[in-house]
C-alpha cells in the first residue's frame, strides 16, 4: 500500500522541485501531494501518512491543518557536491557573494553552505539596490535567480537545493519504508550530496551497519529472545526461541499470532498480567526446563511491545558453576591463613589469638595499623578461620577508586542506571561475597555519601543497586582495615560515628615492624626462600634489625628481593638497595642527637613512664598530669619527647582510644 506524502512550502517552484526529488528517491512506494502556502490546502487530510515542510515559517501557514497522528518533519537542505568545486580552492576569508530569490533566502543559503563545510568562505548576501562590496572574487546564483553584475565578477549556478540525505532516511523511517533497494538508493545519494551534519551521517549509517550484526548476533546468544506487538504478534525472534518453540527458523515465527506457535504451557506463563521474571517452565514439545520471563516496552507511559525471554535452567546451572571457578581464579578466595603469620613477637601473638576468636563470631571487625604491617593477610586468615571460609572472599581498596565508580562497585547497578552501564546491569562486591566475606581496606577514605549506604547494609543486610528500585538481601561478613587517625576523622566529621561503633565491635591493632624487631630476620629468611642459596651475613641481620622500616612488612619484601636479584649467595649491607643505606645515615645522625637529647631529658623521661606504669593515657592527659605534678613542660616540648621515645621503642602511641602504653624502662 502507497504511502502519501504532503510537501508544503512558500512558491510552487519550491514544491514542484522537492516534490520531484522525493519521487525520484521513493517511486512507486509513495504518492507525493504538493501545495504552496499561497493556495489553499484542502480539508480532509486522514488519508495523509507524513507531512514534509521547507522551512520552519511555513508551519504558522499549515498548523490549523495538522492533527496529532500525522507527523511533520523540515527538510534539511543541501547542494550536490559537484556544483561546489568551485569554493573547494579559495583562500580563507575570500568575499563571495550570494543570491537568491530574497536577501533573506540569501542569508539561508549562506548557512546552508557554512554547514557543510564552507565556514572559511566570507559569503555576503545580494542586496538589491545596493552597492557591491569591494574585493568581490566570484558570485554564487541560486535555482533561476538573475541579476547583473560587473563583468569583472565570474557567476557560477549552484543549482536547486536538494533534500539532505538525514532527511531522506528519516522521511524512510517515518513512513517504514525499508526495503533493501530503497536504502542502497538513499546510500548512492549520500555519496553525491554534500553532508549537513558528519556526525548524524556516520550514526546512521553506523545503525544500518549495526542491524545487520544485531540480527546475528540474536541468533548467536543462548537465550530466547520474542518481541510481540500489542496485537501478540511476533515482530522478531532469535534462532534459540524458535527451536524452544519448536521451529527451525526465526522466520518460521515472525508475523504469526502467539497463541498459533507458542506451546499452551508457555502461552499460560505469557498471558499473566504485567511483567513476570524467571517463571520455571516445562517445555514438553522439546524437553526443555526453562526459566521464562516478560517485560513490558513502554513509550509515553502506555505498553507498545513485550519482551520475552527463554533461558534454558541447564544452561543456568552449567553457568553458575564457571563463575565459582572464575572467581577462585580471579582472586574473590582468600589465600593465606594464620599459619602464614611469621612472628615471634608477644604483640603480634595476642593479635592472632584475638583474631583467632573473633573469627568464629559474626562480628564486623576493623583493622588499624600502618600500611605494610599485613592488615589484608589478618583478614583472609579471620576468613579462612571462620565457616565462611568456602564461600567468596572479596576485596576493594576504598581509596583508589572515585566515589560514583566505588558506590556501583560495591553495590552493582541495573541497566540503564547511567551512561556506558553493562545491559542487564552488573553485580556489586556485595553480591559477590554472599554467604562470604567483604574486606573494605582505607575504610577512613570512603566517602561521607557511601558510609551511609554501608550503613544501612551492616544495619539491615540488604543493598540496593544504583538505578534500582528493590532491595536486595545479602549475608556479608564485613572486615574494615584503616592506617588514618579515624579518631581525627571522627572529630573531623569526616568519619560517621555511627558507622565506626559499627564497624568497631571488635578491633585489632596491628603493631608496625619498627615495634617488633624480633621478627625482621625470620620475616627476611621466609621472604628469601624463594631466592635459592641467598643467605643473610651477621653484618646483614644486624643492619636489617637498625632500619625504621617505614614502609614495614611490605617495605621488607622489596628489600628482600632487591637484595636477591643484585646480590651473591652471601648478602651483606652492600647488597641493600641504595634508599636504605642513605636512610641508615641519616638515622646514624639522628640517633647521636637523640643519645644526646635522651641524656639531658633523663630525669623527665624517667617521670613519664612513671605516669605510664598506673595506665594508659592520651597526650593531653598526661600532659595535664605532669603539671599537675609541679612539671614545667610544654604541649610542644612532650609531642617531641614521645616521638623520640617511640623511636628509641619505649612507648607505644597508639592510633585510637588506647593512648599511650609503656613498652619497657631501659633507655
Known amino acids: 500500500m502507497k ?3 504532503l510537501v508544503v512550502t512558500f512558491e510552487r517552484e519550491a514544491m514542484d522541485q522537492y516534490s520531484r526529488q522525493l519521487s525520484s528517491m521513493f517511486g512507486e512506494e509513495v504518492e507525493i501531494y504538493g501545495y504552496s502556502v499561497l493556495e489553499d490546502i484542502p480539508c480532509g487530510l486522514s488519508e495523509i501518512d507524513l507531512i514534509v515542510v521547507s522551512c520552519h515559517d511555513v508551519t504558522p501557514y499549515i498548523n490549523k491543518y495538522i492533527t496529532d497522528h500525522i507527523p511533520v518533519i523540515y527538510i534539511m537542505r543541501t547542494f550536490e557536491k559537484s556544483r561546489t568545486t568551485v569554493l573547494d580552492h ?36 545580494y542586496k538589491s539596490g545596493q552597492p557591491l562590496e569591494p574585493g568581490i572574487c566570484m558570485c ?16 557560477f549556478h549552484l543549482g536547486w537545493y536538494l533534500i539532505s540525505y538525514t532527511t531522506m532516511m528519516e522521511i524512510a523511517r517515518r513512513l517504514s519504508l525499508d526495503d533493501e533497494n530503497l536504502i542502497q538508493r538513499i546510500n548512492r545519494y549520500s555519496q553525491k550530496v554534500h553532508l549537513v551534519d558528519h556526525v548524524v551521517f556516520e550514526a546512521v549509517q553506523a545503525l544500518a551497519e549495526m542491524e545487520g550484526r544485531w540480527n546475528s548476533a540474536l541468533d548467536l546468544i543462548s537465550e530466547g529472545l520474542l518481541l510481540i506487538n500489542k496485537n501478540d504478534i511476533i515482530i522478531q525472534c532469535n534462532e534459540f526461541a524458535a527451536r524452544a518453540a519448536g521451529a527451525y527458523k526465526p522466520g518460521q515465527l515472525i508475523g504469526k499470532d502467539l497463541k498459533d506457535v507458542l506451546p499452551a504451557e508457555l502461552m499460560d506463563c505469557i498471558r499473566q498480567n504485567g511483567s513476570c521474571s524467571n517463571e520455571i517452565v516445562r517445555l514438553e514439545k522439546t524437553g526443555m526446563l526453562a526459566a521464562v520471563s516478560k517485560k513490558e516496552i513502554l513509550l509515553h507511559g502506555s505498553t507498545t511491545e513485550t519482551m520475552i525471554t527463554l533461558e534454558d535452567i541447564t544452561d543456568i546451572q552449567r553457568k553458575e558453576k564457571n563463575i565459582r571457578v572464575k572467581q577462585s581464579k580471579k582472586g574473590l578466595t582468600a589465600r593465606y ?13 595476642k593479635c592472632i589469638i584475638a583474631a583467632k576468636k573473633v573469627a568464629g563470631t559474626e562480628l564486623s571487625v576493623l583493622i588499624t595499623g600502618e600500611s605494610g604491617v599485613g592488615k589484608e593477610l589478618f583478614a583472609q586468615s579471620i576468613h579462612n578461620y571462620s565457616a565462611r571460609r568456602d564461600f567468596p572472599f572479596v576485596a576493594i581498596n576504598c581509596a583508589a577508586l572515585p566515589a560514583e565508580l566505588l558506590e556501583s562497585e560495591l553495590f552493582g547497578y541495573e541497566e540503564g542506571a547511567f551512561t556506558g552501564a ?24 570512603m566517602p561521607l555519601q557511601i558510609q551511609a549506604k554501608l550503613l544501612r547494609v551492616l544495619q539491615e543486610r540488604e543493598i540496593m543497586r544504583v538505578g534500582g528500585e528493590e532491595m536486595l538481601p545479602v549475608d556479608t561478613r564485613v572486615i574494615a582495615a584503616a592506617n588514618e587517625d579515624l579518631d581525627r ?26 615495634q617488633r624487631r624480633e621478627d625482621i630476620i625470620p620475616l627476611a629468611e621466609t621472604f628469601l626462600r624463594k631466592w635459592e642459596n641467598k643467605r643473610l651475613s651477621p653484618d646483614l641481620q644486624f643492619f636489617l634489625t637498625s632500619l625504621p622500616w617505614e614502609g614495614n612488612v611490605r617495605e621488607l619484601i622489596n628489600c628482600v628481593d632487591y637484595m636477591g636479584l643484585m646480590g651473591e649467595d652471601i648478602l651483606t649491607p652492600d647488597d641493600v638497595p641504595p ?70 621503642g619505649l612507648i607505644q602511641v597508639h592510633q585510637n582510644k588506647k593512648g599511650i602504653s609503656k613498652i619497657r624502662d631501659e633507655f
Open 489 to 514: 576523622l571522627l572529630s573531623e566529621g569526616a568519619f560517621r560515628k555511627d558507622l565506626y561503633y559499627r564497624l568497631g565491635a571488635f578491633q585489632i591493632s596491628l603493631p608496625p615492624l619498627r
Open 90 to 125: 579559495l583562500s580563507p576569508d575570500s568575499k563571495v557573494l550570494v543570491a537568491d530569490y530574497s536577501e533573506i533566502f540569501a542569508y539561508e543559503t549562506i548557512g546552508t553552505l557554512n554547514s557543510i563545510g564552507y565556514e572559511t568562505c566570507n559569503f555576503i548576501p
Open 579 to 648: 634508599y636504605l643505606l642513605r636512610r641508615a645515615e641519616q638515622s646514624e645522625k639522628q640517633t647521636s642527637c637523640l643519645e644526646e637529647f635522651l641524656t639531658e631529658e633523663q630525669d623527665l623521661i624517667t617521670k613519664i613512664l612513671r605516669v605510664l606504669d598506673y595506665r594508659n593515657m592520651g597526650r593531653r592527659t598526661l600532659l595535664r598530669v605532669l603539671q599537675d605534678n609541679g612539671v614545667n613542660l610544654t604541649e610542644y616540648k612532650l609531642r617531641k619527647l614521645l616521638d623520640l621515645m617511640e623511636k628509641r
Open 3 to 5: 504511502k502519501n506524502i
Open 140 to 155: 554564487l546564483m541560486i535555482g533561476n535567480t538573475r541579476i547583473s553584475l560587473p563583468e569583472e565578477i565570474p557567476v
Open 337 to 349: 591463613s594464620f599459619d602464614d603469620i611469621v612472628t615471634g613477637s608477644p604483640v603480634m601473638n
Open 422 to 445: 553493562k545491559k542487564g546491569g552488573k553485580k556489586g562486591l556485595f553480591e559477590l561475597a554472599h554467604k562470604g566475606t567483604i574486606f573494605l581496606d582505607e575504610i577512613g577514605d
